[in-house]
Each structure stands twice: as C-alpha cells, then as structure tokens.
C-alpha cells in the first residue's frame, strides 16, 4: 500500500540553524500538509498546501515557516531560524482530494533542538 | 474551544471482546469523520471515517456509527486484538477546511491477551 515516507527520522540541530524536513507524499495526492506533536501534547496542524500555495495556516505557521514543492515528488517544511520550542515530531501528510478524502500521514520526522 | 470530546481518557478490553470508543461532536458544520489510530512517536494510522450522509460504514474489524441528531460517534472493533492496543482519535471534519484537522487527547485502548 502506498504511503508517505519522511526523512531524516531523527533530525538535532542548535538553536538559530536553518532546518529542512522532507516528505514524499503519495504520488496521485494533491493535498499536502504538515502538523506537528509537542512531547506530551496533542497533534496539531501548521499548513496545508495545493496547486503550489498555501491553502491555509495556523497561527503556529509564523514567517519562520515556509513549505515548498521543489519537485514533483518532494514537500518540505523549512523552518529558518530553529529555537527550543520547535522541538517535537513533525507529521507530514497527504490526501488526494480536499474534502471527504482521509489524510494519510507519515511516521514523522523528531526534530530536537539544543 | 472543544468541538470534539473523547469522554473515556482510555478503555481496558479483553482478547476478542468488542471495543466501544465514542466520541462527541459540537459543529453541526462536520460532516466528515475519522478514526485514527496512534502509537507513541509515530504517525497517526487512518482506520476507517463516514460522511455525515451515512449512520454506518464498516471495513473488517472495525464499524463506525454516526447518530448525527445527537453529534455522536462511536468505533467497534471485532474482535480486539492485542496489536490494537494504541491512541485512538475521532477526528471531524467538514465547515470551512477538510484539512485542517483538530485532534483531541483521544482514548487509550489496551487489549489484554
């Protein structure tokens, strides 16, 4: 069965470095998105995104976030200038259309910042 | 603001038994549900979801009813295995995003063997 894949599993950086997570969505998905877990808290959206825009952004999504679709195949989230709080598991997901259509998420990427 | 609520924090059943999860619902916007499963540090599992058009859907083990007259749902799973033991979500869905998602704390189910 088709799946998203996320890499790197594990990802530590310093605080104040630049951070790229990187996912393949399911390749007839046109829905991408990212949420994020904080240790002990619940799963919680950051950023949809279709036909190469944002479709929608929590209030977490601040300019230190942006999303990106280099290629056909690849979606990052890029996260500019790391600080503590950012630590958590970062889930991306995909679903094939908008609306009565389950997302279909990855096992996440745990970004640690130190 | 709690649109959706998972009264059981967890449920305790035996190998083969049925599993009951119910879920409550607020926005009579929803018209899309979920059920994921989770296990810790890893991606929530889509198990089965209903659109507000149908009170059933089913797919093998697993059934979701939907009552939307009361904004209730509920997940049975038979048999319960062992290997379902994780966090389970009711996720809704519909209004003004499909995608932007609200997870709940959820319901941990244990299945003892």
């Known amino acids: 069965e088709p799946e998203v894949t996320q890499t790197p599993s594990h990802q530590v950086t310093q605080m104040g470095q630049e951070v790229i997570l990187r996912c393949v969505p399911i390749s007839n998905h046109l829905y991408f998105y990212w949420y994020r877990q904080i240790l002990g808290q619940k799963v919680e959206f950051l950023v949809s995104f279709y036909n190469n825009e944002i479709s929608e952004k929590s209030e977490i999504f601040d300019d230190q976030f942006s999303v990106e679709r280099p290629d056909g195949s690849n979606f990052t989230l890029k996260i500019r200038s790391t600080k503590l709080e950012d630590s958590a598991m970062y889930f991306c997901?995909?679903?094939?259309?908008?609306?009565?259509?389950?997302?279909?998420f990855g096992n996440g990427t745990r970004l640690t910042v130190t | 603001d709690q649109q959706v609520k998972q009264n059981s924090p967890s449920l305790s059943v035996q190998e083969g038994r049925i599993s009951i999860l119910n879920c409550d619902y607020t926005?009579?916007?929803?018209?899309?549900f979920l059920w994921y499963k989770k296990y810790p540090a890893e991606g929530p599992t889509f198990l089965i979801s209903i659109s507000s058009i149908k009170d059933k859907n089913e797919d093998g083990r697993f059934t979701v009813f939907l009552n939307k007259s009361a904004k209730h749902l509920s997940l049975h799973i038979v048999p319960s295995q062992p290997g379902d033991s994780a966090v389970y979500f009711c996720v809704p869905a519909g209004g003004t995003s499909y995608g932007k998602l609200t997870f709940g704390q959820g319901t941990i189910l244990t299945v003892h063997p």
């Open positions: 997901a995909s679903s094939i259309r908008v609306a009565n259509s389950p997302l279909h």
């Open positions: 926005n009579s916007m929803f018209d899309y």
